[in-house]
């Protein structure tokens, strides 16, 4: 063929560009699930400590980010800001919509890893003069941990490949940038295989270690 | 704030949206009864402990597990279009949502049948039952209860994962939603209204699944 083609092969090169797009999934993964984790175990809380008030409020509002695609969302809210007037960048709308989701599925999992401990052990411990922080601290945090933490890896781990959804908006990910390369080399098979087995290496470790925990804590 | 809502223009399209959200419904529904079966498949074979068989189904079930379901999706999009397979939008959503179902849960099933103790079995073979009246009888109901309620959720996963069609070119819910909201530029206003129709969907299943559980459960 002497025409020139536009095209070009998958080269090692692309290898690093992909790379790269991975420490994006990487880098909005994390913070999504850090600060996601943290706001969901102040809501956990608050749901747990409230009932019924907190079930109506709160619970209604984390229950609509649970319930509607996160596709949906990211749309939504990346169309939002505009509207009262801010451009945000599709980094920063997709971390936000993000830490919010997590945040959202975060509260169920807190709120059911407070539920899990006794309120005889609470008790106990109250009763031995404990106040009702260093009861939270010393006595729920580590009992009710064990019992959310595989649920919460689950959160982790659907966080990160939920990530992948912030290519919509723009924002150059991991899927994003096959979607580039594929673009340029016609190859999409390969280079879906290499964005799996990158997407393959970020996720697997975690659930193998969270699946090793869960079974060195329950013999303990 | 100088944006003006017009809602007008999405009610005037609300008929093709509900329409949308029953396609929705359709291809989530059929991609659960495909995983179920499949999933079904998956766990028994990795139960079986047949070496030649298990790799296919971990396989299976781990790439499920720890890919974007996008991703599968694209795969089954663009990826099989390496080797001349080219599938239609309707079943590129099908097979990319049964794949990732059937993943998810086979894990489910293989939980509920090992909280059944083997030994029930044997103990409801000594009472005189045939090995079809034990399954039937003693088995199926008990890891009926365990994996009904991820069942559900799966359910639910499935209709929210079927969103994502809308990045193959077909046109439920979200596809069309993009396709009227690129047409009229009411971006906001029609997103909105679909959060609003997946919202209740999400609820219409919770709340029949639960009605299924009194009825299915009561003993």
Known sequence: ?220 | MDYTFHWRPVFRKLPDLLEAGLVTMEVAVLAMLVGVVLGLALAIIRMSGLKSITWFAVGWIELARNTPALLQLFFFGFGLGAFGIHLSPFLIVLFGLSFNNAGYLAETFRGGFNAVPPTQVKAARSLGMTPTQAYTRIVIPQVMRVVYHPMTNQMVWSVLMSSLAMLVGYRELAGETQFLASKTYRIFEFFLVTAVIYYVMVKLILAGSRLLSWRLFRY
């Not at chain 1, 980094?91 to 919509?97: D, H, K, L, P």
């Open chain 1, 1 to 220: 063929m002497d025409s020139v083609s536009v095209f070009t092969d998958f080269q090692f090169s692309d290898l690093g560009f992909l790379a790269e797009a991975a420490g994006r999934t990487l880098l909005i993964s994390v913070l999504a699930i850090s600060i996601g984790t943290v706001l969901g175990c102040v809501f956990g809380w608050v749901l747990s400590a409230t009932r019924l008030a907190g079930d109506a409020t709160l619970g209604v509002i984390l229950d609509i980010f649970r319930s509607v695609p996160l596709i949906i969302q990211l749309i939504l809210f990346y169309n939002f800001f505009p509207i009262i007037g801010f451009n945000v960048s599709p980094f920063v709308a997709g971390t936000i919509v993000l830490i919010f989701y997590t945040s959202a599925l975060v509260a169920a999992v807190a709120r059911g890893g407070i539920d899990a401990v006794s309120i005889n052990l609470r008790r106990a411990s109250r009763s031995l003069g404990m106040t009702y922080w260093q009861d939270l601290r010393y006595v729920v945090w580590p009992v009710g941990l064990r019992a959310v933490l595989p649920s919460w890896a689950g959160v982790a781990l659907g966080v990160l490949k939920d990530s992948a959804l912030v290519s919509v908006l723009g924002y150059v990910e991991l899927l994003r940038a096959s979607q580039i390369l594929i673009t340029r080399t016609q190859e999409p098979f390969l280079i879906l295989t290499v964005v799996g087995a990158f997407y393959f290496a970020l996720s697997f470790p975690i659930s193998r270690i969270t699946a090793r925990l869960e079974r060195r804590w329950q013999y303990d």
